[in-house]
């Protein structure tokens, strides 16, 4: 078993009128991280076997604590609490970047997002490959992020 690690930039633009980053840019460096782990080929192999053209039929974040804008990146680990015929949930953790200077242990947010493989051409979603499926396993975790 094993998490992907994304070390994720911020952006002045992400703070909101309250000083810290808006709820909708923690989607973004959701979305950004999940970008990482599916081009990666999930960081196992370098042939297509990771799901091409998956579409997010669901996601559920909770948010832990305020993150303000700083220089120093956030880190989101990635990885899998669910692996169906037809769908796929992948778990996130945002938190600081170990090693980087005045980051301490501090975890931001917690999210899900149910993944559904699909077929362009056929325009509905389909069933996970044999491949895909031995992929994905090596990031399936017994243990559920508490969302």
């Given amino acids: 078993m094993a998490r992907r690690t994304y070390t994720c930039p911020l952006r002045w633009s992400d703070m909101d009128a309250f000083g810290?980053?808006?709820n909708v840019n923690f989607l973004r460096y959701l979305e950004q991280a999940r970008i990482d782990f599916t081009l990666s080929g999930a960081g196992k192999t370098t042939q297509r076997t990771f799901p091409?053209?998956?579409?997010?039929?669901?996601?559920?974040?909770?948010?832990?604590?305020?993150l303000v804008y700083r220089a120093e990146p956030v880190t989101v680990e990635?990885?899998?609490t669910d692996l169906g015929e037809k769908s796929f949930?992948?778990?996130?953790?945002i938190k600081d970047t170990p090693g980087v200077a005045g980051a301490g242990n501090t975890v931001y947010a917690r999210a899900a997002t149910v993944m559904v493989p699909y077929d362009l051409s056929e325009a509905r979603p389909r069933r996970l490959t044999a491949e895909e499926r031995a992929?994905?396993?090596d990031y399936l975790e017994d243990q559920p992020v508490a969302v």
């Fill in 89 to 93: 949930t992948v778990a996130y953790e």
């Fill in 78 to 80: 990635t990885w899998l």
């Fill in 20 to 22: 810290h980053v808006n």
């Fill in 52 to 66: 091409e053209v998956s579409v997010v039929a669901r996601h559920e974040v909770d948010y832990l604590r305020p």
């Fill in 135 to 137: 992929v994905l396993t």
